[in-house]
T-cell receptor, first 111, second 114 residues
Framework: QKEVEQDPGPLSVPEGAIVSLNCTYSNSAFQYFMWYRQYSRKGPELLMYTYSSGNKEDGRFTAQVDKSSKYISLFIRDSQPSDSATYLCAMSAGNNRKLIWGLGTSLAVNP | SAVISQKPSRDICQRGTSLTIQCQVDSQVTMMFWYRQQPGQSLTLIATANQGSEATYESGFVIDKFPISRPNLTFSTLTVSNMSPEDSSIYLC???????????FGPGTRLTVL
């Protein structure tokens, strides 16, 4: 079993839809949770960062962490064609330990 | 955050040759990382490079194949040695900022080995 599981998709939605992206993990020591967005032929870009459990909102994006279920989510409201990208989750146990990455979910938002 | 640049952005190389990739950061950082991302795959950590110490390599990666230099707090290089077609990949450098384990990435170097 991988430490982090993420459905690679692809996920295709119409413009304006609410998108839900998810990762599950097995290591209960993980405390830092991140979502990265990667456009084609670009490096990953940090989108959201959450420490421990709870929600964090930034514009159309909401990151949610449920440590009891070992489950994290990224919600995108009013999705736009410019949101079409691969979304990667990453997490770590802190103390400068390395990030553990999901496979990434490919998202296409159709106009 | 940090602004990171990489050179070259892409290259096509012959089997058996070596390529050195440069990574420049706009601020001083302690930890720099080198990743490989193969087509359709997630990121695989090659090594962690701290200034003033030897790089720490992940399982499956060795210094003879991927030598790394870290001469100061804003710069690092990764060399891909004795290349084969299996080394064709995107190579990314990243830095950790703020002590929260969040990493910021360069744009990547797209390497094709013929």
């Amino acid at each position: 079993q991988k430490e982090v599981e993420q459905d690679p998709g692809p996920l295709s939605v119409p413009e304006g839809a609410i998108v839900s992206l998810n990762c599950t993990y097995s290591n209960s020591a993980f405390q830092y949770f991140m979502w990265y967005r990667q456009y084609s032929r670009k490096g990953p870009e940090l989108l959201m960062y959450t420490y421990s459990s709870g929600n964090k909102e930034d514009g159309r994006f909401t990151a949610q962490v449920d440590k009891s279920s070992k489950y994290i989510s990224l919600f995108i409201r009013d999705s736009q064609p410019s949101d079409s990208a691969t979304y990667l989750c990453a997490m770590s146990a802190g103390n400068n330990r390395k990030l553990i990455w999901g496979l990434g979910t490919s998202l296409a938002v159709n106009p | 955050s940090a602004v990171i640049s990489q050179k070259p952005s892409r290259d096509i190389c012959q089997r058996g040759t070596s390529l050195t990739i440069q990574c420049q950061v706009d601020s001083q950082v302690t930890m720099m990382f080198w990743y490989r991302q193969q087509p359709g795959q997630s990121l695989t950590l090659i090594a962690t490079a701290n200034q003033g110490s030897e790089a720490t390599y992940e399982s499956g990666f060795v210094i003879d194949k991927f030598p790394i230099s870290r001469p100061n707090l804003t710069f690092s290089t990764l060399t891909v040695s004795n290349m084969s077609p299996e080394d064709s990949s995107i190579y990314l450098c990243s830095v950790e900022v703020g002590g929260t384990d969040t990493q910021y990435f360069g744009p990547g170097t797209r390497l094709t080995v013929l």
